[in-house]
């Protein structure tokens, strides 16, 4: 043929030709494998070879070379890494919006279709959904108790607290509520045991220090009636809530409906729906404070604790041991909620409302066993008929009851109203 003859290429001959390279790039494909309900069969063209299909992705991923590395997490509810995959530069868990741009890329190199991005999104669920893990769940079971007992004593041994009956059972009471919780999502857990002590004394970095795992611990300041805090408890197994003294009255409320729910329900950012997700993590309270509770309908949700000091050194050594003994003592059938009473340390916490001293020397110099609202806003505190508010109100009836007033209803002036009599 000379160099000047022009050959025309029909449509067909360019098909053809397309063709036959895209039959050679999948003659040798990656052995497939079932995936869940998935065939396990990669899905061909007859005229273009393989499909760009996020299923053959989704097929790929259970081949040889990427099998075992996706996974989906149960304690932060998305899929993970469980081993590096030969298209991520670094060994991590988390998986980047990149990953999936570089997953698509290195599929279509390999197994011969254009891949998109959104694909191989779709295809990194579809998988990890079909192969889930706890995290938590697998470092407990995979720590062997020496039978050394250790966890009634370890808030002893590491802030320093007197080794008495109320704290040895909150401190094998919290580690054994927190093996319970990763066990059985959603189980009741309504109490949150609260570190006191100087600021600087390392408390935040204990409570670190006792998670084999950063990444299963949070910290936050957020009121539990923002959306935001709950948000953050998804793949959390502890979760500080720090600088318990600065929370305002209308936030204890809201603490002891959050410590008490079993569930938490939102729709996630960038999710369609919203979902129920059971809770899996427990809270730790940490404060420089000595009262910090200005609930004055007490404290039977926290576990103060007056640290000391901090001994890391011990956490960091004896951290599986705490964990195995936690774990054997769960699996042994033990309750993680009965702890003794202890009205004098938890009376202790209480910030004392300033109305409370008011309203204790007023009542000192008074003989009658009933007060209404209205008599001790005006006689005793002085103020206002017309600035009476129902948030005073209130305020005044939790002062009362603290005091040993019960409330009742009494006929008086032929109409029946509220009163308050003292108790005790």
Known sequence: MDAGTVVSVTKDDK?????????????????????GSLAGEYRLSESSGMKALSYNLAVLLGTETLSGCLGWDL??????????????SESRPEIHDQDA????????????????????LEAIEVYAKRHPFHPVQEYLAG???????????????????AESAYHMAVAAKFLIASVARVMRPGCQMDTMMVLMGGQGIGKTTAVRELLPE????????????????YQALRGKWIVEIGELHSFKN????????????????????????????PRQCVFIGTTNDETWNRDATGARRFWPIKCVDVN?????????????????RFNAGEDWWSVPECEEIQDSVYQEDVWESYLNDWLQSRTQTSYTIGDIMVE?????RGQHRRADEIRIGHILGRMGFIRTRVMMGGVRKYVYQRHR
């Open 101 to 120: 741009a570089e997953f698509a890329y290195w599929a279509s190199d390999r197994i011969g279709a254009d891949f998109k991005t959104s694909q191989a």
């Open 75 to 88: 304690l932060a509810d998305k899929p993970a890494w469980r081993t590096q995959p030969p298209f991520v």
């Open 15 to 35: 098909n053809s030709r397309f063709r036959e390279r895209k039959s050679a790039r999948v003659t040798q494909l990656p052995q497939s494998r079932p995936v």
């Open 380 to 384: 005793a505190l002085q103020i206002e």
């Open 312 to 328: 890391r050194e011990y956490l960091h050594k004896q951290r599986d041991q705490l964990w195995a003994e936690a774990a054997h």
């Open 143 to 161: 720590v062997v108790w020496d039978k050394t007992p250790r966890i009634n004593m370890w808030l002893s041994d590491v802030f320093g607290v």
């Open 250 to 277: 209308a936030d204890w409320t809201k603490i002891k409906q959050m410590l008490s729910a079993r569930m938490d329900t939102y729709r996630a950012s960038y999710a369609h729906f919203a979902k129920d997700y």
């Open 214 to 229: 950063f990444p299963w611990y949070a910290e936050t300041t957020e009121s539990p009636a923002n959306k935001d805090f």
